[in-house]
C-alpha cells in the first residue's frame, strides 16, 4: 500500500451528497478480487452514457461531457471533494479500490458511512470530515477557480487552501499510523513474520501431529 504523507493535489467536485457503493463502483464489475482495474468503471453510470459491461473498452465508449470526472480542467484529480453520506450502502471494498485506482488519493466530506468509512484507510485512501459549512465553502472556491489545489498533510492533520487557510482534521492514531507506514492488515500481519514463524517452529515440535 502506498505511503501518504503529503499531497497537493487538483481537487474535483462530486455535488451530491448519500453517493452510495453502487454508484462509485457497479455490481458488475464486482467479479474480482485484485485491487487494480477498477479505476476505468468508477462512477461508471454517471461518466458513460451507455451501460458497461466488464471487460469493455472503455476508451471506446460514449462519455457524458457535463460530469465532473470528464470535464477537462478535473483531469488528474486527486482529492475528491464530496457531500455528506458518502460511501453507504453495501460494504464492498471494490469502492475505495476504485477510487484509489483512478488516482484518487483522499476524499474530503462531512461524513462518510460506517463500512467504507473503515474500509477506505486500509487501502491507501485517506477520509477527510470536515463540517458542512466548510465544505461548501471549499464547493464554491473549486467552482470560481480552475486549477484548485489543497494542500494534505497527515502528520500536521492539516488541509491547506490556495489562499493560506489551514483546516485541521481529526484522525485516529491507529489509522494514521498505518497510513504514514503504507500498512494494510496484510502489512501489519508481516512486520511480525519472524515471530509467527518462531511461533509455528516450537508448535510444530511440542504438537508434532497437528504438522504431520
Known amino acids: 500500500m502506498q505511503k501518504f504523507t503529503q499531497l497537493n493535489g487538483l481537487v474535483a467536485p462530486l455535488d ?4 452510495d457503493t453502487d454508484l462509485i463502483i457497479p455490481k458488475q464489475f464486482l467479479k474480482s478480487i485484485k485491487r487494480t482495474g477498477f479505476g476505468p468503471n468508477l462512477f461508471d453510470e454517471l461518466r458513460y452514457l451507455d451501460e458497461g459491461f466488464p471487460g469493455q473498452d472503455c476508451s471506446q465508449r460514449p462519455v457524458n461531457k457535463d460530469f465532473v470526472l470528464n470535464q477537462p480542467r478535473y483531469q488528474g484529480s486527486e482529492v475528491l471533494l ?10 464492498r471494498e471494490h469502492a475505495p479500490w476504485a477510487l484509489v485506482d483512478y488516482g484518487f488519493r483522499a476524499v ?3 461524513s462518510f458511512a ?14 477527510i470530515q470536515l463540517d458542512e459549512a466548510t465544505v461548501e465553502r471549499l464547493f464554491q472556491e473549486v467552482e470560481a477557480n480552475e486549477g484548485y489545489r489543497l494542500l494534505v498533510d497527515l502528520p500536521a492533520q492539516t488541509v491547506t487552501t490556495p489562499s493560506g487557510e489551514v483546516l485541521s482534521f481529526e484522525m485516529d492514531s491507529f489509522r494514521k499510523h498505518c497510513l504514514i507506514e503504507g500498512l494494510d492488515d496484510i502489512g501489519l500481519t508481516l512486520k511480525d513474520a519472524d515471530a509467527i514463524k518462531a511461533y509455528e517452529a516450537k508448535r510444530a515440535e511440542q504438537t ?3 504438522f504431520s
Open 16 to 19: 451530491r451528497a448519500n453517493v
Open 82 to 91: 464530496a457531500r455528506k453520506n458518502f460511501g453507504c450502502g453495501s460494504s
Open 108 to 110: 474530503i466530506a462531512p
Open 114 to 127: 460506517d463500512i467504507f468509512f473503515n474500509n477506505a484507510p486500509k487501502n491507501g485512501l485517506l477520509l
Open 208 to 210: 508434532p501431529w497437528i
